[in-house]
Every structure is written in structure tokens, then in C-alpha cells.
């Protein structure tokens, strides 16, 4: 007697798309302060063509802040490879020298804020310099939240509660930093055109 085979043609379910709560909200925050700063340096570009615009130099802080995020961006990715391999005396240098450079890039907005002023370039005045201590001052106050967030992080790491199978806050510390970074270049060679 012969096997009978019965074949069948099985649908498999098909995936879904699926996305960590926390990381999706976060992606939601990143679009949205995207969406703000876009507006504002539309509007930066509206007001600046009806006139009455004072042009000055950028302070030469913000051309090693801009540095500073640069290196800071790469140190952060660093931690986040070691961590993701485990090497937690790696991860520790580099997370605690990322978060050296944030405080340093923090120090360095003020510094300029303080060229600024004695460029007489002042928040309330010229439209100029209102649009450039917003611009700057709304990115220095999503810094600061991106800086609590490494320090958490840092904490996290020393702590050991950072591992190749515990990366979700990791990764969400990462993309927020280099978020952050590529968002102040993008101002940063804006405000160099449109100064």
C-alpha cells in the first residue's frame, strides 16, 4: 500500500510590525522637535527677507561646540558598540567621556551667549539676534534632557544593568545624541548661510 502524501498549501500568518513602545515615542518626540526647529528657521528665513536685519558673525565658541558634538557623537557610538558586546570597562570610558562632552558643549552655548552680548548682539533687540539665542537656547534645553538621559545611562552601565540582551534604553540614549548632533550641525551651517 502506497503513503499518501497530503500536501497543503499553509499560509504562513503574515509579521507585524512591531516596534518597542518606549522607542516609538521616542521617534514621535525626535519628528516633532524636527518639525519645530524647521519651522523656526522658516520663519528665520521669512523674517530676515522683509529687512531690518542686523548680520554678525557667529561667536567663535560655537565653531568648537560644534566640534565637541562632533566628537561627542562618536564617542557615544563607541559606547553603544561596547556595550552591545559586553565590554563594560569600555562602555564606562566612553559613556563618561560622552557625557564630559555634552557638559562641555552646554558650557560652550553660554560662552557664546556670552560673545554674543559683548558683540552687542542681544535676545531682545534686532530680530537677528532673538532668532539666534531661540535657536541655540531651544537646542541647549533638549541637550540638557539628552545629557540627564546619558548620565541615567552612565549610572546604568556602572551599575551593570547594560548588556548585549539589555540594550533598549541604549539604543534610545544613542539615537537621541546623534539626533541631537546632526540637528545642531544642520543650525549650525544654517545660521553661517542665513546670517
Known amino acids: 500500500m502506497e503513503n499518501a502524501v497530503d500536501l497543503r498549501l499553509v499560509e504562513e500568518p503574515k509579521k507585524t510590525l512591531a516596534m518597542n513602545p518606549k522607542k516609538f515615542g521616542m521617534w514621535l518626540f525626535l519628528a516633532t522637535v524636527m518639525m519645530l526647529f524647521m519651522s523656526i ?14 548680520y554678525f558673525e557667529l561667536p567663535p565658541s560655537f565653531y568648537i561646540t560644534s566640534f ?48 554674543l552680548v559683548q558683540a552687542n548682539v542681544y535676545l531682545v533687540g534686532n530680530p537677528s539676534g532673538s532668532f539666534l539665542y531661540i535657536i541655540t537656547g531651544l537646542h541647549a ?5 539628552a545629557v540627564v538621559f546619558l548620565l541615567i545611562m552612565l549610572v546604568a552601565v556602572f551599575q551593570g544593568k ?3 540582551h539589555n540594550m533598549t534604553k541604549m539604543e534610545m540614549c544613542t539615537t537621541y545624541w546623534h539626533f541631537l548632533g546632526a540637528l545642531w550641525l544642520y543650525l549650525f551651517v544654517f545660521l553661517i548661510l542665513y546670517r
Do not use: C
Not at 141 to 145: F, K
Open 162 to 164: 547594560v548588556s548585549a
Open 41 to 54: 528657521t522658516s520663519a528665520y528665513i521669512v523674517r530676515q527677507a522683509e529687512g531690518n536685519w542686523v
Open 141 to 145: 534645553l533638549h541637550l540638557i534632557s
Open 68 to 115: 565637541i558634538i562632533v566628537v561627542s557623537s562618536i564617542t557615544m557610538h563607541w559606547a553603544y558598540r561596547a556595550s552591545k558586546r559586553d565590554d563594560l570597562a569600555k562602555a564606562k570610558l566612553y559613556i563618561s567621556i560622552t557625557s564630559v562632552l555634552g557638559l562641555a558643549f552646554l558650557v560652550g552655548q553660554f560662552i557664546g551667549w556670552v560673545e
